[in-house]
């Protein structure tokens, strides 16, 4: 499909049972996924879609809303030069999210760094402890709601 001149990707038949909403902008598909259902969502995408590739897993505290948290999935089909963001969102209140390591085990250290600095816990993680912060820090330094100098 054309708009203006620029290709306009749809969300694909496999990946439209997962869809809650999707937006293509700046070239970029984004698709929000429930988060119960990110890992098979996942699945799909690294199989019948070919995104073999997970650059990255990031978070976005949308302190006060609810759900606060974002969680981020940043997806490259290096055969097909796609990419295809997927997002999940999480309450703030005990923030929970399967983790993808079964589907792609780079998401391994991203989940270990997203869980420090946020408070994300990645359920059935293979190794979910601190990545970045020394283990007896307090608190996650990424919440907006985490004071400027830390907790005394």
Wanted: charged share 30%; with cysteine.
């Amino acid at each position: 499909m054309e708009t203006g001149g620029a290709a306009v990707m749809e969300v694909p038949a496999e990946l439209q049972p997962f869809a809650l909403t999707s937006k293509f902008d700046r070239g970029e598909l984004t698709v929000e996924v429930a988060p119960e259902r990110v890992v098979e969502a996942c699945r799909e995408c690294k199989g019948s879609l070919h995104f073999e590739r997970l650059s990255t897993v990031t978070a976005v505290d949308r302190y006060p809303s609810e759900p606060r948290f974002e969680i981020v999935y940043h997806l490259h089909s290096v055969s097909l030069n796609r990419r295809l963001r997927l997002k999940a969102r999480v309450s703030g209140e005990s923030p929970a999210i399967d983790s993808v390591t079964a589907v792609w085990r780079s998401a391994n250290w991203y989940e270990r760094e997203v869980f420090d600095l946020f408070g994300i816990t990645f359920l059935n993680h293979p190794n979910l402890r601190r990545i970045m912060m020394p283990d007896e820090w307090v608190g996650h330094p990424l919440r907006k709601d985490y004071p400027v100098e830390g907790y005394k």
